[in-house]
């Protein structure tokens, strides 16, 4: 409820030589007051000092009744209403009043915290008394019974808030402690808002502050962290507490399916806060370098959904024709030296053949898939034509991406053997055979993030004829293997 920081110095040592007083007796409503500070104007801090009078000497607020919802009160304050304007900057400034005898001829009356949205010239202050009450309360130190005592009513507190059936992201921002929002925050919002429910994205992005934003996303973080893999209503127990050097809390905390996270609790300003949270909210800056390192290579590698790819690799042909024949036939082929099909023997003899390959991907619109391969073993030549799709799947530091292609291929084969007399058609050794057809081949393209153009590609292909299929024969070389490494250029 008290918008003060209040600052130790090294050895009792203050930078300053002297300071602003506070006065001893508020001023009735209508007396003047100053308004002073730094208020931005464009890009630069401008000194301001506006004046105003005192509207009401001992204003109490409305509390918000969803962040609030554990204040016993319905109200909080009070402050001091003046119209004295106390724009963006200065906030945390003095509320000053004319006073004889002081090196400045001013005391403070106040410290400048908030400003009425919907009413003009309405703004308030924490009033001089309260502040030296709470300096008072915070310098002085409790007992550690006390200290204990105020954490188990504030665990109790912060439980049951956890157990409330909706989003508990806002109650837990009430318990988070500054050092725990400055030193998550940045970690915090590139989860919140890489991996949050769009409603709760939007939610913390429409909040005005900034540094509530910050603190909005670690409470997410933490919410999502004590959750789990269950979106239940959030049980927690309280397991055996217990005190740390620097005079922090270990406080672990018991969940379903035998969760346990170990919380730290700090005294803050004389209230107890949440401090971390596991190894998820612990201020390790080495988890934004990781996130950082995360994103560039996600950023870089879909640098490369529309890519052109060169490849080249292995191709093992099954049941590989070499272009030898025996003596009973049926296979049309074409002849070019004749320009006419030769029926060649029916039965050719066949060999398993390894080969090469050369092929072209060119990728579009991350699913669209083309591809044109270069095909050759021994005595054979193909070219293959295709498209298809290709379905990116990133895996964390490697994407898997299957796809399937289907076009028409060109095959020329060599033939040393005599083919004689067959149909009307003699021909001795004829030199050259070709082969049109149909293709469909599916596989898998991969490739490790970290070096983002490099590929591997897998596949199997099946070779096919309609047209001999109608007429009842059998397509030579009609399945084989290729294994590739490819390098992919983004376009």
């Given at each position: ?35 002073a500070g730094f208020p931005g104007l464009g890009t630069e801090q401008i000194w301001q000092f506006s004046k105003g009078i005192i509207s009401n000497a001992s204003m109490r ?102 157990a409330e059936p909706k989003a508990v992201y806002a109650a837990i921002a009430d318990y988070l402690s500054n050092a ?312």
């Amino acid at each position: 409820d008290i918008d003060i920081a209040i600052l130790s110095f090294a050895d009792g040592t203050k930078p300053f030589k002297s300071g602003l007083p506070f006065i001893k007796t508020m001023p009735e409503e209508g007396s003047d007051v100053f308004a002073a500070g730094f208020p931005g104007l464009g890009t630069e801090q401008i000194w301001q000092f506006s004046k105003g009078i005192i509207s009401n000497a001992s204003m109490r607020l409305p509390r918000d009744p969803v962040t609030d919802a554990d204040k016993s009160d319905a109200k909080f304050g009070p402050f001091v209403q003046h119209s004295s304007p106390v724009d963006p900057g200065n906030s945390g400034g003095p509320l000053l009043v004319q006073q004889a005898g002081t090196p400045t001829g001013y005391a403070v009356a106040g410290i400048n915290t908030l400003s009425a949205r919907h009413r003009s010239a309405t703004f308030f202050s924490i009033p001089a008394d309260r502040a030296i009450a709470y300096i008072n309360e915070a310098v002085k130190p409790k007992s550690e019974i006390a200290n204990r005592s105020n954490l188990d009513m504030r665990l109790d507190k912060f439980v049951k808030r956890l157990a409330e059936p909706k989003a508990v992201y806002a109650a837990i921002a009430d318990y988070l402690s500054n050092a725990c929002t400055a030193s998550n925050g940045e970690y915090a919002m590139m989860e919140t808002f890489s991996r949050a429910p769009r409603t709760v994205q939007d939610a913390i992005d429409a909040v005005p502050d900034p540094v509530d934003t910050m603190k909005y996303s670690v409470a997410w973080l933490v919410e999502d962290s004590f959750r789990g893999k269950t979106s239940d209503t959030l049980r927690a127990t309280l397991g055996d507490i217990s005190k740390n050097f620097d005079g922090s809390y270990n406080v672990p905390l018991k969940f379903s399916e035998d969760r346990v996270i170990v919380t730290t609790w700090v005294l803050e300003f004389g209230m107890w806060k949440l401090d971390k949270a596991g190894d998820f909210v612990s201020g390790d800056k080495t988890l934004v370098e990781k996130k950082e390192k995360e994103q560039k290579q996600k950023n870089t590698s879909h640098k490369y959904d529309d890519y052109i790819m060169v490849s080249f690799g292995y191709v093992n042909i099954f049941d590989h024709w070499a272009g030898a024949t025996s003596d009973s036939g049926g296979y049309d082929l074409y002849d070019p030296d004749t320009l006419s099909t030769i029926s060649t023997p029916k039965n050719p003899i066949k060999e398993n053949g390894p080969g090469g390959v050369l092929s072209i991907f060119v990728a579009q619109n991350k699913y669209f898939l083309s591809n044109i391969s270069l095909g050759f073993a021994k005595k054979y030549w193909q070219i293959d034509g295709s498209v298809g799709f290709s379905v990116p799947i990133d895996i964390k530091v490697v994407t898997l991406a299957p796809f399937a292609v289907a076009g028409l291929n060109f095959s020329i084969y060599t033939n040393d053997y005599a083919v004689s007399e067959i149909g009307n058609n003699s021909r001795t050794n004829p030199t050259r055979m070709l082969q049109l057809g149909e293709m469909v081949q599916g596989g898998f393209m991969f490739k490790v993030n970290k070096v983002p153009g490099l590929y591997f590609i897998t596949a199997y292909q099946y070779n096919f004829s309609l047209a001999g299929m109608i007429n009842k024969t059998v397509a030579l070389d009609s399945q084989m293997v290729k294994i590739n490494i490819g390098y992919a250029f983004p376009l």
